[in-house]
């Protein structure tokens, strides 16, 4: 199965900053089948990105996705205190796998 | 509106087995397959398998000998069974709803949290 690796594991960023989180497979990935949640503590996952660089019905425009092969990425073009949460990815390549998480704070 | 709702026992003893059951609305297990996914306390999250529309299932392969996926279409509900618990089994299990062919998930559960415990 295709292991996905998520790096920073933990980042903090301030008000106002651009955070880049990636995600790393261990095989290549359609496009098509690499998604993005938002988890924030207490809560179940929500769909941030889907495909690589959709954003999810309610999802801020200043979330951003992009990648291809075993390379993605989520940039958030300028923080804001709503957005400390981990952030998982996942892929679907004859079965499913998640990312270890990404969790963002606020510096 | 679409909605997924788990229900499980709470607290199971080691070597036992779990019956969680997920119970949806607002679209058919007929046409869409739903998956179990668990989180550990303070981890990650562990696709567990899916159970496609049409019955057929699938799952992870480090846990397949000991898991069983089925569901009840006229009933909206979804059922994971898991023998052999262990205390690394204590987890939230979520189910969640596919949307087609991309396979991620758009709707997901409020999760429902297990204890292995003597």
């Given at each position: 199965q295709i292991v996905l690796t998520q790096s920073p594991a933990i980042m903090s960023?301030?008000?106002?900053?651009?955070?880049?989180?990636?995600?790393?497979?261990?095989?290549?990935?359609?496009?098509s089948y690499?998604?993005?949640?938002q988890q924030k503590p207490g809560s179940s996952p929500k769909l941030w990105i889907y495909s690589t660089s959709n954003l999810a019905s309610g999802v801020p425009a200043r979330f951003s996705g992009?990648?291809?092969?075993?390379?993605?990425?989520?940039?958030?073009?300028?923080?804001?205190?709503?957005d400390a949460a981990t952030y998982y990815c996942h892929q679907y390549h004859r079965s499913f796998t998640f990312?270890?998480?990404?969790?963002?704070?606020?510096? | 509106q679409v909605q997924l709702k788990e229900s499980g026992p709470g607290l199971v003893a080691p070597s036992q087995s779990l019956s969680i059951t997920?119970?949806?609305?607002?679209?058919?297990?007929?046409?869409?397959?739903?998956?179990?996914?668990?989180?550990?306390?303070?981890?990650?999250?562990e696709w567990l398998g899916v159970i496609w529309g049409g019955g057929s299932t699938y799952y992870n392969s480090a846990l397949k000998s000991r898991l069983s996926i089925s569901k009840d279409n006229s009933k909206s509900q979804v059922f994971l069974k898991m023998n052999s618990?262990?205390?690394?089994?204590?987890a939230m299990y979520y189910c969640a709803k596919h949307d087609g062919a991309p396979y991620y998930f758009d709707y997901?559960?409020?999760?429902?949290?297990?204890?292995?415990?003597?």
């Open positions: 960023a301030s008000l106002g900053e651009r955070v880049t989180m990636t995600c790393t497979a261990s095989s290549s990935v359609s496009s690499l998604h993005w949640y992009s990648g291809s092969g075993t390379s993605y990425s989520l940039t958030i073009s300028s923080m804001e205190a709503e990312g270890s998480g990404t969790k963002l704070e606020i510096k | 997920c119970t949806v609305s607002g679209f058919s297990l007929t046409d869409y397959g739903v998956s179990w996914i668990r989180q550990p306390p303070g981890k990650g999250l618990l262990q205390t690394d089994d204590t997901w559960g409020q999760g429902t949290t297990l204890t292995v415990s003597s």
